[in-house]
């Protein structure tokens, strides 16, 4: 049987998701992005994966309680032993057939293997424009973490040398 290589989880979104402003918090929508993305690697690898990376989460249209939520995730990029995971949702009245893009992100999951180590992952090709088009995004956003790594290194690096009396402000 060929490897799924995206997933989509649907449900609605409940009254313990939302904040005191009435609309589903970040921590639960952050929640969900592993959740599917978690699955859309595992069901690709066969293997454990983990998190190893979370870019630029974008949070674009806030979602309601009681809207149905669609978290689409999907493989866009295999190195050795990582895998890339765009993952969008969508939220909307269940009676309606509209439904608004709420939140977008890439996740960098790595499959383990039993000895509790990076393992090689099933190779995926892209089959046509637009999925060539998605893993060309993928590998220009690992070219800009490289450099964001960099700056954020330098920063915990410079950080470690400061005396702690000036990191804490009353
Ligand atoms: C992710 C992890 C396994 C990588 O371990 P490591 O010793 O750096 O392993 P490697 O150097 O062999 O790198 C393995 C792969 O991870 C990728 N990787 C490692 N750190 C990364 C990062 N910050 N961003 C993107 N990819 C990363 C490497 O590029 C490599 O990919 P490739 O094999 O496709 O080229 C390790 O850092 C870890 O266990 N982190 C904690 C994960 C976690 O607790 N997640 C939250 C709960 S699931």
Redesign the pocket.
């Known amino acids: 049987m060929p490897r799924p290589s995206s997933v989509t989880l649907r449900f609605l979104a409940e009254p313990t998701h939302v904040n005191f402003g009435g609309k589903v918090h970040g921590g639960a929508v952050m929640k969900w992005i ?1 959740q599917a993305g ?1 699955t859309c690697a595992a069901g690709w690898t066969g293997e454990y ?5 979370v870019g630029g989460i974008r949070f674009l249209h806030p979602i309601g309680v009681g809207e149905l939520v669609e978290v689409r995730a999907q493989v866009i990029h ?6 890339h995971v765009s993952v969008d949702i969508y939220a909307g009245d269940p009676k309606s057939a509209t439904r608004n893009r709420s939140c977008h992100c890439v996740v ?1 999951f ?1 499959a ?1 293997g039993a000895q509790g ?2 393992t090689v ?1 099933p190779k995926w090709i892209p089959r046509n424009d637009v999925e060539r088009a998605l893993e060309a995004h993928a590998l220009r956003l ?1 070219e800009l ?1 490289k450099s964001l ?1 960099t700056e954020i290194e330098d920063r915990l690096r410079w950080l470690d040398q400061q005396p702690p009396a000036l990191l804490e402000r009353e």
């Open positions: 592993d978690y994966c983990v998190t190893a990376y295999t190195g050795r032993t990582s895998l960098v790595v383990i180590a990076p992952v690992n973490r790594d």
